[in-house]
């Protein structure tokens, strides 16, 4: 029996720093930026890292340091990179007997481009992790107190629902961090799998998407996520911290200060602290909100998404974390 089997996606991400660069400010970008290169032109490199990355893998390495039994279930590619991951996580703690070795497709990669003073530019390639499907997943295997869904995609995105009934059903208590994929489902789909889940973790962005309400207004938002989700719903806010409601209270904190050296893996290092406290203190909202903050704290502090993150046994400095009634701030419905 697993205390915790995550899902999701296993990459090999690739952090190179080029020697020269252009930011192109346009307003067809996105962003209103672009980084430029030199068409038909080398581009020197000034350094290149190499660390494992994907949400599956990421929660799952805070899970097996917070003294957790854990495993990854997802698909890598059959090749070097997929090799490297899973000996990363045997070394890690971290089951690995439910990965798969896809021919098919290399395994996920991502290449980080960091810009001297700006923000990082990341290049996806959605490989293996996306072939998983239905009837590679061995559910009289699924032995576990809790099932962690990272972002899906691909024919892994088309078992959510799979995933989370099989939760239901057996009891087995389901945290969701769904991914753009999942969020696109319609509405009358997300509203069956998520009044199945316990703990529905979404960033401000993805609040807004899953509710269509701008994420400034954030009473509406959590009114519409209380009608949606009858269990823990979290909403980070990046540098302004994280609100929680439990369908009582809400609960909001915000980082300390805190030197910010890399952002990958920022999500996935809160969500995963959250749930060990969350889980080792039955409900202790303000524990597993400090975890969080403190873990994904450690994490932006190192290059890498696994690097940094806290054991069981670290020391940190714990935030203050407001508690408010439900009723008294009007931002959410009985639950």
Same mark, same amino acid.
């Given at each position: ?221 959590? $009114? ?32 300390? $200060? ?78």
């Amino acid at each position: 029996m697993f205390d915790i089997i995550t899902f999701g996606s296993a990459t090999l991400d690739i952090f190179v720093k080029p020697k020269e660069e252009t930011i192109l400010k346009d307003e067809r970008f996105v962003t209103g930026k672009g980084v430029c290169f030199n068409l038909g032109s080398k581009v020197d490199i000034d350094k290149i890292d190499f660390f494992s990355g994907g949400g599956g893998t990421n929660t799952a390495a805070t899970f097996a340091k917070q003294g957790f039994r854990v495993a990854f279930w997802g698909a890598v590619g059959d090749d070097l990179a997929g090799e490297e991951i899973i000996e990363e996580l045997n070394e890690r703690g971290i089951d690995t007997k439910f990965i798969l070795k896809k021919k098919e497709k290399p395994t996920n990669h991502s290449i980080v481009i960091s810009s001297e003073g700006e923000d990082r530019t990341i290049l996806v390639y959605r490989g293996a992790s996306e072939l998983l499907n239905s009837k590679e997943i061995s559910w009289k295997k699924l032995k576990t107190k809790w099932i962690y869904l990272a972002p899906l995609s691909g024919l892994l995105c088309d078992i959510f629902e799979d995933i989370v009934n099989f939760a239901f059903e057996n009891k087995i208590k389901i945290a969701v961090n769904p991914g753009n994929c999942q969020l696109s489902l319609p509405i009358e789909s997300l509203k069956r799998i998520l009044s199945k889940v316990d703990v529905l973790i979404l960033n401000q962005e993805e609040a807004s998407f899953l509710t269509k309400i701008p994420f400034s207004e954030e009473q509406n938002i959590f $009114k519409k996520i209380d009608e949606i989700c009858p269990g823990i719903a979290i909403m980070t806010k990046g540098g302004e911290g994280v609100v929680v409601s439990d369908g009582k209270y809400l609960y909001r904190a915000k980082h300390s $200060k805190i030197k910010v050296v890399d952002m990958t893996g920022a999500g996935d290092s809160f969500a995963s602290g959250f749930i060990s406290d969350y889980i080792r203190y039955n409900g202790d909202m303000e524990k597993a909100v400090q975890l969080g903050l403190a873990n994904s704290a450690a994490c932006l502090s190192e290059k890498g998404a696994k690097n940094g993150l806290l054991d069981k046994n670290s020391k940190f400095e714990r935030v203050k974390v407001t508690k408010q009634l439900c009723s008294e701030s009007n931002l959410c419905q009985t639950k």
